[in-house]
């Protein structure tokens, strides 16, 4: 079923995950960069939100924008945070750049009675065929960056990533993935979704 259309081309993933998050609620954004999502559950969900951000650059602008953003690293600094400090944590566009995305997921589960996460799907039918043909690390609209100067250190596949929530004890609530300008929920992330999806976002939950 087609649940959005004409979002913004470069991060239609924030819309969707605006979507998910219940109006009113405790968020922490990891890897907020300069706020967008931030700036988005404020206005449409009236949220209590907090970012954490790796780049000063990034806190700078955030705090500009009146938003309360601190500098941290996931891999590191996530341990700080209180069991159940927030409603939703989220991560968006960032587990991939993460050093270990398992522990990562592991806090975020850990600190959040819900947990978002959107990222890139390596497992799509175009960077298959780019590989295939050419050879060479494909290059897409959301997996925008040369082999050597990538921040994706840990690519992933949706069925990648299902196989990490269920090592985790992680239930997946709600799944939706993007093809081209068009997102489709899904209930299962299985072979036909991990083919066509060019990104994918996550609503997960704790198993009880």
Known sequence: MSTQNGLAEARIDLDLIAEMIAPGSRVLDVGCGDGDLLALLQSKRNVDGRG??????????????????????????LAD?????????????????????KEVLRSMK??????VVSFPNFGNWRVRLK??????????????????DTPNIHLCTL???AALCNDLDIEIEDAVILTGKKAWRISDPGLLANLF??????????RS
């Open 81 to 101: 945070y209180p069991d159940d400090a927030f409603d939703y944590v989220i991560l968006s566009q960032t587990i991939q750049a993460t050093r270990n995305p």
């Open 159 to 161: 069925l990648d990533f």
């Open 197 to 206: 999806a060019s990104e994918a976002v996550f609503l997960l939950t704790r």
């Open 110 to 115: 850990r600190i959040g009675r819900r947990v």
């Open 52 to 77: 954490v951000e790796l780049s000063q650059e990034g806190v700078n602008a955030s705090v500009t924008r009146g938003l309360a953003v601190v500098q941290g690293d996931a891999d590191t600094d």
């Open 131 to 148: 590989l295939l043909f050419n050879g060479r690390m494909p290059e897409t609209r959301s997996l925008g960056h040369s082999w050597y």
